[in-house]
């Protein structure tokens, strides 16, 4: 059974990559287009503009933009979770408020970075974007970008504070202070595994889906895993997650999203290169993944 909240916000959510025009602008044809084909492969949520889509190097317009096309295109049939996250908290705010006029389903954002903010500071921080909206939030926590981990007990009093906190994409890898999140979590508060090599360890211990990257090809495996997981087989569940383990490995062998904007690339999407600072797929790289796409095609 799926929570309510569960169903509302997806269980195999794809953070999306964002396509760009061979001259660097953004391609909105082609961001819908992914969206779509996305959903169609079992995907029941996107995050758009994450780290996985260059969010970062995107502005405000393109944006907007962005997530009024991923919308456009996936309409009812998935979630829009739109990141807004900065290290600006009034730019934050202001984002989340055009995220909710463009008609994303819910929010997503990351712990400030660089900044280093205290724990009450992070609780002031996303305590503003909660007040600022009326939708769901999601707490995006991935230290080893940020240089920031919100603790347990400040992700559970912030959510204890606004009723609109409503999960979190747990990126730390750290599976003790993810077990916490979930040992003290109220009902209905949702906990994704933010890792793909972490999904089956972390339903283990009752985590409610994942926020991929791998997802974007084996999104599929990953459902078929959790619903034998969910259904009790998990020696099968097992034989899944270590299929998919070369995969992951390849796709995060270089900074993330290069692998995967390469891999979308096979795969018949005009994705383009990232965006600097981050630069193009190493050969050597490339065939090493090259050999691992074809069962997930």
């Not at 974007?216 to 383990?245: K, P, T, W």
């Given at each position: 059974?799926?929570?309510?909240?569960?169903?509302?916000?997806g269980?195999?959510?794809?953070?999306?990559?964002?396509?760009?025009?061979?001259?660097?602008?953004?391609?909105?044809?082609?961001?819908?287009?992914?969206?779509?084909?996305?959903?169609?492969?079992?995907?029941?949520?996107?995050?758009?503009?994450?780290?996985?889509?260059?969010?970062?190097?995107?502005?405000?317009?393109?944006?907007?933009?962005?997530?009024?096309?991923?919308?456009?295109?996936?309409?009812?049939?998935?979630?829009?979770?739109?990141?807004?996250?900065?290290?600006?908290?009034?730019?934050?705010?202001?984002?989340?408020?055009?995220?909710?006029?463009?008609?994303?389903?819910?929010?997503?954002?990351?712990?400030?970075?660089?900044?280093?903010p205290?724990?009450?500071?992070?609780?002031?921080?996303?305590?503003?974007?909660?007040?600022?909206?009326?939708?769901?939030?999601?707490i995006?926590?991935?230290p080893?970008?940020?240089?920031?981990?919100?603790?347990?007990?400040?992700?559970?009093?912030?959510?204890?504070?606004?009723?609109?906190?409503?999960?979190?994409?747990?990126?730390?890898?750290?599976?003790?202070?993810?077990?916490?999140?979930l040992?003290?979590?109220?009902?209905?508060?949702?906990?994704?595994?933010?890792?793909?090599?972490?999904?089956?360890?972390?339903?283990?211990?009752?985590?409610?889906?994942?926020?991929?990257?791998?997802?974007?090809?084996?999104?599929?495996?990953?459902?078929?895993?959790?619903?034998?997981?969910?259904?009790?087989?998990?020696?099968?569940?097992?034989?899944?997650?270590?299929?998919?383990?070369?995969?992951?490995?390849?796709?995060?062998?270089?900074?993330n999203?290069?692998?995967?904007?390469?891999?979308?690339?096979?795969?018949?999407?005009?994705?383009?290169?990232?965006?600097?600072?981050l630069?193009?797929?190493?050969?050597?790289?490339?065939?090493?993944?090259?050999?691992?796409?074809?069962?997930?095609?």
């Amino acid at each position: 059974m799926h929570s309510a909240a569960e169903r509302k916000l997806g269980t195999i959510v794809t953070a999306m990559i964002t396509p760009f025009a061979p001259n660097g602008a953004l391609h909105i044809a082609e961001s819908g287009r992914l969206a779509s084909w996305l959903v169609d492969r079992g995907n029941d949520g996107l995050v758009v503009a994450g780290s996985t889509g260059e969010g970062q190097t995107l502005d405000a317009t393109e944006r907007t933009e962005l997530f009024r096309a991923v919308k456009a295109a996936v309409s009812e049939r998935a979630t829009v979770i739109a990141n807004v996250g900065t290290n600006n908290t009034r730019e934050s705010v202001i984002a989340a408020i055009a995220a909710a006029d463009c008609g994303a389903d819910a929010i997503l954002a990351v712990v400030p970075y660089y900044n280093k903010p205290t724990q009450s500071g992070m609780l002031a921080h996303f305590g503003a974007i909660a007040d600022a909206t009326h939708l769901p939030i999601v707490i995006y926590n991935i230290p080893g970008r940020t240089a920031a981990n919100m603790l347990p007990e400040t992700l559970l009093e912030l959510a204890r504070r606004h009723s609109n906190v409503a999960g979190v994409k747990e990126s730390s890898g750290d599976l003790k202070q993810i077990g916490f999140i979930l040992k003290n979590r109220a009902d209905g508060f949702i906990v994704w595994a933010g890792d793909d090599h972490l999904f089956l360890p972390c339903l283990s211990m009752g985590a409610d889906g994942v926020v991929g990257v791998a997802s974007h090809l084996c999104s599929r495996e990953f459902r078929s895993m959790y619903d034998l997981f969910r259904g009790g087989n998990v020696e099968e569940a097992a034989r899944i997650h270590l299929q998919m383990l070369p995969l992951i490995e390849a796709l995060f062998a270089t900074t993330n999203p290069i692998g995967v904007k390469w891999a979308m690339r096979q795969f018949g999407f005009s994705a383009g290169e990232c965006r600097l600072p981050l630069d193009a797929m190493p050969d050597a790289l490339a065939g090493q993944l090259e050999p691992l796409l074809a069962q997930f095609a």
